[in-house]
């Protein structure tokens, strides 16, 4: 509470959801596509299985399929919502946006809808700036979406990177309330973003529609991309803490972005955080990209794992290269 006794605002989650395409994809079943193993595969990601969009099934698919989920849990309809946030670097076309496409889908005719891009941290740039809209006083509710059809720019044949990645779409559905100002508020307490474009080399796509007028594959430096994962998405949680006041210890879960077990792992013990409170769901997705965080969120919560009151950190590391995170208070 500020010292005049007024309150904050503040953005509560109050609703998520999830969709992942039926089709599973097994190591075993891209052993017959690709020179590579399942124990290569494992002893490497932690990866087991992803879930691969069907032909014809698009992002705004996804996104709509999880909208719907995060929704209902909610207990909130679209013409509840007043702004749709999506995060991802596979639209359905160049333009126009997927969450315009989600909004028509959805039957919602007021408020307005706007993608992100920042890759596999577009998730946390994108609550970050639905939050701000709310704090600002400008909308009172947003539906924010991580969804991506990664699937359309693997290169089959290169096995450095089509064994890490799926498809697969999530949301929350963010309402405004009021806070005190303080680390016990519920709602997203802060958000912190970084980028570095001098590594955009480590982490691309090979074309794109002003380059050459096709969409490429994704091309990466495995190696490097670890090295810089670890130490970015570590600093980002401790400014995220220390913005709130917490210590790193006081977090009930980490929500990371599911790129790689051993980036997880890595980022828990360099953090000193217990491995049980890191949420990981890496082994049945794969790399979803934007979805990943949302999905592992939507998972925790449904499972029991995440409860009112939890200090809940949510961070990612994407091409850019992008990072950042964010804590709430659940």
């Known amino acids: 509470m500020k010292r005049d006794g007024s309150t904050v605002v503040r953005s509560h989650i109050i609703g998520c959801g999830a969709y992942l395409p039926n089709t599973i994809v097994t190591n075993a079943d891209l052993v017959t596509r690709v020179d590579t193993s399942d124990e290569w595969i494992r002893t490497r990601t932690g990866i087991t299985q992803r879930h691969i969009a069907a032909k014809g099934e698009k992002t705004s698919d996804l996104a709509t399929a999880a909208a719907k ?37 959805l039957g919602m005719t007021r408020g307005f809808a706007f993608d992100v891009q920042a890759v596999c941290s577009g998730f946390i740039y994108a609550i970050a700036t639905a939050d701000n809209f709310i704090k600002a006083g400008q909308v009172r509710s947003a539906l924010v979406i991580g969804a991506d059809t990664m699937s359309c720019i693997l290169d089959w044949e290169d096995r450095a990177t089509c064994v890490l990645f799926g498809d697969g779409a999530g949301a929350v559905v963010l309402n405004a309330g009021e806070g005190a100002g303080t680390s016990e508020d519920r709602g997203v307490l802060n958000t912190v973003l970084f980028s570095d474009g001098r590594l955009h080399d480590l982490l691309y796509v090979d074309s794109g529609p002003s380059t050459d007028h096709s969409v490429g594959y994704i091309r990466m430096q495995g190696k490097e991309v670890f090295k810089h994962a670890v130490t970015n998405i570590a600093a980002s949680v401790e400014a995220s803490a220390a913005a709130a006041g917490v210590p790193v210890d006081a977090i009930d879960w980490l929500v990371p972005h599911q790129a790689n077990q051993r980036i997880l792992d890595g980022t828990a013990k360099k953090l000193k955080v217990d491995p049980a409170k890191v949420v990981s769901t890496v ?8 979805a990943s965080v949302p999905l592992a969120l939507a998972t925790a919560v449904a499972d029991g794992r995440i409860q009112p009151g939890h200090l809940v950190l949510m961070e990612a590391l994407g091409a850019g290269m992008t990072w950042g995170a964010s804590l709430v208070r659940w």
Request: charged fraction near 10%.
């Open 69 to 105: 989920a995060a929704l209902a849990n909610a207990g909130a309809t679209p013409q509840d919502i007043d702004m749709i946030v999506v995060a991802t670097t596979t639209p359905d076309l160049t333009f126009p946006s997927v969450a315009t496409i989600v909004q028509r889908k």
């Open 283 to 290: 082994a049945l997705h794969g790399n979803t990209s934007a």
